[in-house]
């Protein structure tokens, strides 16, 4: 029952939870990372350690971001150095270290904790890591140890009623999408700490990170100083305002979701690195059925979004070559994908002046205004509702998907602006309100809406494998 009504309590990013376990007294962190926008850190832009939570505060707030929770990550060098494996925005930053010695981080099995591109996070032994991770894209890792619990046993150098004990935090993963993070605020020894990931979390895995000089901050910590340095760091952020003209200075990142009001969630898929599909309602037997296809697919889904607009208007469709509906001269965008692979957004006119030989074709819809078109805004406008877009980046032949609005509404030059700010020549709108429906690595960007029956196009991006 704890470990229900523990679980249930993470809604909110940067709630620092108190527990007692055996007596001792821990402070918790339990994050659904779908829900979150946590991230490891280390250097700032000049390439130097960030070092402490102070410093951390004062640069997430000069990107008009609240550092909503931090902890410290696994052993270091005197050099502020991580001494294992540390991966950054899928950089790896120090390699693998598969050698002997002593002190904790020696202490065999030691292990990595990682964060996939999918959010899916996991910890494994450092021995199997490469073996684990073979094939998957690695956004954060940092190596530490001991491990602490390994396939729900205790790390069997552990022994219960130790008295080598000291302040020891670590990360537990509950399961793929949720971890903990917990520290002692009390003198523990490892067997009780990691029985504390087991028996409060049912954590299978977990990782001790460091030991006397750990600290966690909190949105509580909002004015509180801190001493202690450290190396590689583990964060959660927010905007620091929910105006959503301000939400364009705070989106830098590909694939990390914004929370704040409007919520924004965003990906930048390389066109020759996805397998792209378009279908009408009529041919998954309505958008219900479509959205559980998606969800029971074992295909690599990357994305899933509605488009077309409400239906009143189609517009152009075509499909694996074939018109499935012809051009309405209403002005509106055009998505396209032409049969050798290349894709883009732009104009209706654009769009017959390109291909005036449309056998080249091969998947194509009309859809919303035109929101960027040579690099600058062209939507002009005080619309406000829920937006889900889609813009083209030449520089890196990518498709840009923003969906903005899920906790909120915005303004739609404001939503424009996201797509300049993302690197977009072209972008249009895909669709606003209750159709403003987008999956971006599993995360709907409203989970109450439903898929709206006039929807005429649904567009998906599976990995190539």
């Not at 696994?74 to 270290?97: A, C, D, S």
Request: contains cysteine; charged residues 25%; proline residues 3%.
């Amino acid at each position: 029952m704890v470990f229900l009504s523990v679980v249930s309590s993470t809604c909110l990013a940067g709630e620092i939870e108190e527990i007692r376990y055996r007596g001792k007294l821990y402070k918790v962190y339990v994050v659904k990372l779908r829900e979150a926008n946590l991230q490891m850190v280390w250097k700032d832009e000049d390439g130097e350690p960030i070092s402490s939570f102070d410093r951390l505060r004062d640069i997430q707030r000069s990107r008009k971001r609240e550092l909503t929770f931090a902890m410290n990550g696994g052993i270091f060098n005197p050099q502020l150095q991580p001494v294992g494996l540390y991966i950054e925005k899928g950089k790896t930053m120090r390699p693998l270290n598969l050698k002997d010695g002593s002190g904790n981080f020696f202490l065999k099995p030691n292990g990595v904790f990682y964060i996939d591109e999918d959010d899916k996070a996991g910890i494994v032994t450092s021995d199997k890591f490469e073996q684990v991770t073979a094939g998957k894209e690695i956004r954060y890792a940092q190596q530490s140890g001991p491990q602490l619990l390994i396939n729900g046993k205790v790390h069997s150098a552990f022994t219960e009623g130790s008295v080598n004990q000291t302040i020891r935090n670590g990360v537990g993963v509950i399961d793929e999408n949720t971890v903990v993070f917990a520290i002692s605020e009390t003198r523990v020894n490892l067997y009780e700490f990691a029985s504390m990931f087991r028996e409060k979390y049912n954590c299978k895995d977990a990782l001790y990170l460091d030991g006397a000089i750990s600290e966690i901050y909190g949105k509580a910590d909002a004015n509180r100083t801190f001493r202690n340095r450290f190396s590689a760091m583990v964060i959660d952020t927010e905007p620091l305002t929910t105006d959503p003209t301000s939400i364009v200075s705070a989106i830098v990142r590909d694939d990390e979701p914004i929370i704040g009001k409007p919520a924004v969630y965003s990906t930048s898929l390389p066109m020759e690195d996805y397998v792209w599909n378009v279908h009408t309602t009529e041919e998954v037997k309505g958008p219900e059925r479509f959205w559980s296809l998606y969800l029971l697919s074992n295909k690599e889904l990357r994305l899933a979004c509605a488009a077309g607009g409400d239906g009143s208007a189609k517009g152009l469709v075509v499909i694996d070559g074939v018109e499935k509906s012809p051009i309405a001269d209403n002005g509106k965008g055009v998505f396209y994908i032409t049969k050798d692979g290349k894709g883009g957004v732009g104009s209706l006119t654009q769009y017959k002046a390109d291909f005036a030989d449309t056998s080249v074709i091969r998947h194509a819809f009309q859809s919303g205004s035109m929101l960027i078109s040579g690099g600058e805004v062209v939507y002009k406008g005080n619309e406000s509702s829920r937006f889900t877009g889609v813009g083209f980046s030449a520089k890196d032949n990518s498709l840009v998907f923003i969906s903005a609005g899920g906790r909120g509404e915005m303004e739609l030059t404001a939503f424009a602006q996201l797509f300049k700010a993302k690197g977009c020549e072209e972008a249009m709108l895909l669709n606003s309100g209750a159709n403003a429906l987008m999956l971006i690595r599993g995360v709907v960007s409203d989970l109450n809406q439903k898929v709206d029956g006039r929807i005429p196009v649904l567009l998906s991006a599976y990995k190539k494998k």
